[in-house]
């Protein structure tokens, strides 16, 4: 059909294939058959957004802070043809939120995961089913980086190339990679329940003067003496120090990423022996995986160069 004069639109309409940025023939996929579960996603934000209120009014998280649900692709997008074609796509995360910034969505070859900003100040359907044009544009993406094919994007393509690209040199350094920061971020939050355990220990044995000395309070004793549950002071207050380590726990929790605050929680209830000689074994395993830790970041930057340079930083 194309050597027979046949335009590009006519020969997809007609046949169903296409050519690429790269000028490969690909199968195009129609959308019409495709369904975005809209009624789902509202309800997935509007009670997230819900739960995020109530962590924030229950000083849980700060204030101003919104989180994204997420599913895997297949369970927010009907798509048979889809998944016939690209099995693994149904798997990839879609993480999304009711937000009305400039940026709709984006594909991440890295990660092989896709983010939506739902644009719909009234919260509705409406807004959620308009987001399936984003949805498709990223999933676009995602199926050229898993065919190794040029990206496209709103831009152009060059960005899309270098990501892939920086996946594939990473990849032999990866796993050493994520067993040193999963040891280099359990190894943070053991120092810091190293530090709370050392205050227990002045609640423990009933010493308000070395409680009120210890530089863990001194961080946060400010703050919560102005919020306690009763006006009285120290002396007068039976359960001073379990709401003090409370809100301590508290505190230090809201700082920290979601891994490194399950290490934290889960610290604090072991021993001080135990916790030193976790953090014994973790530096070991750090310094096993240290060479590949450093040649992946070394590649980190270098990729980070490239984006600079291309104006993509």
Known sequence: ????????????????????????????????????????????????????????????????????????????????????????LAKYPVSYRFDNSSTRGSFSPYNQDITLNVRDKDKSRTGVVESKSTLMHEISHAISDIEGRTGGGSVAAAPQIVETAERLAKAPYEDAYIRYNIADNEMGALFKVSEYQDLEKFAQSDD?????????????????????????????????????????????????????SHFYNKGVSSSPERTKRRIKDLSKRKEENKESHDKWDQLNRKYSDLRMMGGQG
């Open 1 to 88: 059909m194309e050597d027979a004069g046949s335009t590009a639109e006519e020969i997809k309409n007609a046949t169903g294939w296409q050519r690429n940025l790269d000028g490969e023939w690909m199968y195009w996929i129609p959308d019409n058959k495709s369904q975005i579960q809209s009624t789902k996603m509202r309800s997935d934000m509007l009670g997230l957004e819900a739960s995020d209120k109530e962590l924030a009014l229950q000083d849980e998280m700060f204030q101003g802070i919104h989180s994204y649900f997420q599913r895997p692709l297949g369970e927010i997008l009907k798509h048979e043809e889809l998944y016939e074609a690209y099995p693994e």
């Open 208 to 260: 308000l003067e070395g409680f009120l000395r210890h530089p863990l309070f001194n961080k946060y004793g400010g703050a919560i003496l102005s919020r306690m549950s009763t006006p009285s002071g120290p002396a007068e207050n039976e359960g001073f120090f379990d709401e003090v380590l409370r809100k301590i726990r508290m505190y230090e929790v809201a700082n920290m990423d979601s891994e490194k």
